[in-house]
């Protein structure tokens, strides 16, 4: 097999990998970054006179979390799969 | 605040949809859960909507769109599980999100019945509205190539999109400096 199209199509995948890898860390940043913008939306640093769904609905707390969650369920498992796909298929 | 939790679940949908059109449809699929995943999720939403339909809506009018949101996006949802089931076989299946699509984007406009700068909610239904409509080009175009990765990643893109507009949504909050005083005093 041509060694070029071997080195393209690996280097290709080596993108999609950090892509992959990228995305919840990307999207917990994002919620960090609003959290300490608007401080305001997360009422739990200023629980008094707040009633429970204020409480319980934190936004940019809720994007962290997510950011987490499909790092942790989501992408490692699929970036272990991507890995062992390339492996087989060479 | 019920905006904001369904933002969550959409974000996670786009995230899911993202992963699968940069790593393939082949390796999304060697778990067996994983290909469940978006598409249970989908669904879920979609029956969750109800509850929203119930005791969260104050006219007829949204009852009715928050119901149309409903069923479209648990017969998008239900759409997909058999499809990558392999129950359902043909493709055609697949407008049902294109379909989905369209009834949310109509839902959300019809059913704003203030102009776009009365208040933040209302330009962000007519926002979301129209992301809806013209973002359902994304998925009518997945429907006839189902294993293209950039219209793939276009569909997510616009679930992404809609999620942080649904983010972005407060109960009364000015748009761009414009605040209707008929909208009420400005809150969370």
Same mark, same amino acid.
């Given at each position: 097999?041509?060694?070029?199209?071997?080195?393209?199509?690996?280097?290709?995948?080596?993108?999609?990998?950090?892509?992959?890898?990228?995305?919840?860390?990307?999207?917990? %940043?994002?919620?960090?970054? @609003?959290?300490?913008?608007?401080?305001?939306?997360?009422?739990?640093?200023?629980?008094?006179?707040?009633?429970? @769904?204020?409480?319980?609905?934190?936004?940019?707390?809720y994007?962290?979390?997510a950011?987490?969650v499909f790092?942790?369920v989501v %992408?490692?498992?699929?970036? %272990?799969?991507?890995?062992?796909?390339?492996?087989?298929?060479? | 605040?019920v905006? /904001?939790l369904f933002a969550v679940g959409i974000l996670f949908v786009g995230l899911c949809l993202?992963?699968?059109?940069?790593?393939?449809?082949?390796?999304?699929?060697?778990?067996?859960w994983r290909k469940y995943l978006w598409p249970g999720l989908t669904f879920v939403l979609g029956v969750f909507l109800w509850p929203v339909m119930?005791?969260?809506?104050?006219? #007829?009018?949204?009852?009715?769109?928050h119901?149309?949101w409903a069923d479209a996006l648990m017969l998008a949802g239900a759409a997909e599980l058999g499809?990558v089931h392999?129950?359902?076989?043909?493709?055609? /299946?697949?407008?049902t999100w294109?379909?989905a699509?369209?009834?949310t984007?109509?839902?959300?406009?019809?059913?704003?019945?203030?102009? /776009?700068? $009365?208040?933040?909610?209302?330009?962000?239904?007519?926002?979301?509205? /129209?992301? $809806?409509?013209?973002?359902?080009?994304?998925?009518?175009?997945?429907?006839?190539?189902?294993?293209?990765?950039?219209?793939?990643?276009? $569909?997510? #893109?616009?679930i992404?999109?809609?999620s942080?507009?649904?983010?972005?949504?407060?109960?009364?909050?000015?748009?761009?400096?414009?605040?209707?005083?008929?909208?009420?005093?400005?809150?969370?």
């Amino acid at each position: 097999m041509n060694t070029t199209f071997v080195t393209e199509a690996a280097q290709q995948h080596d993108i999609r990998a950090h892509a992959i890898s990228l995305l919840g860390p990307l999207v917990s %940043a994002a919620g960090l970054v @609003w959290a300490i913008l608007q401080p305001d939306r997360i009422t739990l640093l200023h629980p008094r006179g707040q009633g429970f @769904w204020w409480l319980a609905v934190e936004p940019p707390l809720y994007v962290v979390v997510a950011g987490i969650v499909f790092t942790l369920v989501v %992408a490692r498992p699929l970036l %272990a799969d991507l890995e062992r796909h390339r492996a087989t298929t060479g | 605040m019920v905006h /904001w939790l369904f933002a969550v679940g959409i974000l996670f949908v786009g995230l899911c949809l993202f992963a699968e059109a940069l790593a393939g449809r082949e390796v999304w699929h060697m778990r067996r859960w994983r290909k469940y995943l978006w598409p249970g999720l989908t669904f879920v939403l979609g029956v969750f909507l109800w509850p929203v339909m119930a005791f969260f809506t104050n006219s #007829a009018i949204h009852m009715y769109a928050h119901g149309s949101w409903a069923d479209a996006l648990m017969l998008a949802g239900a759409a997909e599980l058999g499809l990558v089931h392999g129950r359902l076989k043909s493709p055609l /299946w697949r407008f049902t999100w294109p379909l989905a699509f369209l009834v949310t984007g109509t839902a959300f406009i019809v059913h704003e019945q203030n102009p /776009w700068f $009365f208040a933040r909610s209302a330009f962000l239904h007519h926002l979301i509205g /129209w992301t $809806f409509i013209i973002g359902a080009l994304a998925p009518l175009a997945l429907a006839f190539r189902p294993r293209s990765a950039a219209f793939q990643a276009a $569909f997510a #893109a616009v679930i992404v999109v809609v999620s942080i507009q649904l983010f972005s949504d407060r109960d009364v909050a000015p748009i761009f400096g414009h605040l209707s005083p008929l909208a009420g005093q400005q809150h969370r």
